[in-house]
């Protein structure tokens, strides 16, 4: 009797998915079956960052406990993202009771459904199933997305082609990137703070990490280089700004490593960082730093550049489609315009302007004629709108805010300079956030 598996695309709109577990599977599978308009109950005693930023904003539920047969209760569908196979046969057992299909990410022989490969281009979706092998279906999927995306003077090369190839061991990869200075290409530098501890062991084998922009939010505003270096990634060490859809996509083997699980604080964390990249390279791994936006922009991708030079470990460097430009864009604003405005700037705002460690002259910021555009500046928009004001920017100055830009939760709020603080507080928005200072906001205005 044939066994093979009938395909099935579920349209799970506003119909109940049980996800069973809170940890790096299912903040893999979340993203799509929110993607998909499911309603999303999540059943665990911890989640990861990932899947408490999606709590936090309201788009699944969340019990944190022990899972209990009553949680199937009007699903549709249940994922069981755990690694006791106890406790993942107690849901399997429930489900079966209830006659809900089940997927197991720890034995899919046991599941009564499977995940496919999945590659999306714009409103096509290809899933294919690989009679039960993971990487037979990750390959065929690539291979498809390689015709999807593939056009004229554009192709995605093999892995390993020299128009990419990481710089030597102690260099920095990219063509227009020059190493740091300090970096020798032929020597093995002894460890620093946050290398990991040691050089390239003599005759090792050495693997190599790339820093890639996966850009605003949208999964397609990622780079064709950037998603080929995922393909090839043994480590993944994503961002919570990560699009979730590009998590959705890794091989089943790859390591998933939430930079924003790291139990430090802010400085700490990044030498943590810092320390995985280079261990896992100097293991021999393939290692992507998945980054929201562009590494470069307040990304800290320079540091981790440093880290990995100075042991010895190379480093490909792929730009990302920065939110500062892309999300006012999506949103209708321009960050220049034809007769409105010449210049730009973006800053960072996530230190206060009061603050004696802020590095932004906000008085000069003010005397500025053209944009700015103002990120991780939420928090203190009350004394950035404030500190710009008292410093000669007028009060009625156009302003925009937007919120979770270029995905499916983007909210979008017009105000003036000396409103805008209260107007967000009043409509609820939320990081992450884009603040636009200018003109520009009401040039495309009719």
């Not at 714009?122 to 990487?135: E, K, N, R, S």
């Not at 700490?268 to 393939?286: F, H, M, P, Y």
């Not at 792929?318 to 321009?334: D, F, K, L, N, R």
Request: hydrophobic share 45%; proline share 9%.
């Amino acid at each position: 009797m044939s066994t093979n598996p009938y395909p099935l695309g579920l349209r799970l709109a506003g119909r109940r998915v049980v996800v069973v577990g809170g940890g790096a599977v299912a903040s893999r599978r979340v993203p799509a079956l929110l993607d998909a308009g499911a309603d999303v109950l999540l059943v665990s005693p911890e989640v990861t960052p990932a899947l408490r930023a999606h709590v936090d904003a309201g788009r699944l539920h969340w019990r944190p406990r022990r899972f209990a047969p009553d949680d199937l209760d009007g699903a549709w569908l249940v994922q069981v993202a755990v690694d006791d196979p106890h406790a993942a046969a107690s849901v399997s057992a429930a489900a079966a009771e209830r006659r809900i299909f089940c997927v197991r990410a720890d034995d899919r022989t046991a599941a009564t459904a499977w995940t496919p490969a999945v590659t999306r281009h714009g409103p096509v979706t290809v899933a294919v199933l690989g009679g039960g092998d993971p990487h037979r279906a990750m390959a065929v999927r690539d291979a498809v997305r390689e015709l999807l995306t593939a056009r004229t003077g554009l192709a995605v090369g093999p892995a390993g082609s020299s128009r990419d190839a990481p710089a030597p061991a102690g260099g920095v990869g990219g063509p227009q990137a020059p190493a740091p200075a300090g970096a020798v290409a032929d020597q093995q530098p002894s460890a620093t703070a946050g290398s990991g501890g040691g050089a390239v062991p003599p005759g090792g084998p050495v693997g190599r990490v790339s820093l890639v922009g996966a850009g605003p939010g949208d999964p397609e505003l990622i780079t064709v280089k950037g998603w080929r270096l995922l393909t090839e990634a043994d480590v993944v060490v994503a961002d919570r700004l990560v699009p979730g859809l590009l998590l959705d996509e890794l091989r089943p083997d790859v390591e998933l490593v939430d930079a924003a699980k790291i139990p430090y604080g802010p400085s700490r964390a990044q030498e943590e960082i810092n320390r995985i990249l280079v261990d896992r390279a100097l293991a021999g791994k393939v290692v992507v730093r998945l980054k929201g936006g562009d590494p470069y922009v307040f990304g800290r991708g320079g540091e981790e550049l440093l880290a990995c030079a100075a042991a010895g470990v190379p480093v490909t460097v792929v730009p990302g489609v920065t939110s500062a430009v892309a999300v006012p864009a999506v949103a209708g604003v321009p960050v220049t315009h034809r007769s409105v405005a010449h210049e730009f700037t973006v800053v960072s705002g996530h230190v206060a302007p009061d603050s004696p460690v802020s590095l932004v002259r906000w008085e000069a910021l003010a005397g500025l004629r053209g944009t700015l555009v103002v990120l991780m500046g939420l928090k203190n928009l009350a004394a950035i709108a404030d500190t710009l004001t008292r410093h000669g920017r007028d009060a009625a100055t156009p302003v925009a805010v937007i919120q979770e830009g270029t995905t499916g939760g983007q909210r979008s709020l017009r105000s003036t300079l000396g409103a805008v603080a209260a107007d967000v507080v009043a409509a609820g928005l939320r990081p992450p956030a884009i603040v636009v200072i200018g003109d520009v906001v009401d040039a495309l205005t009719p």
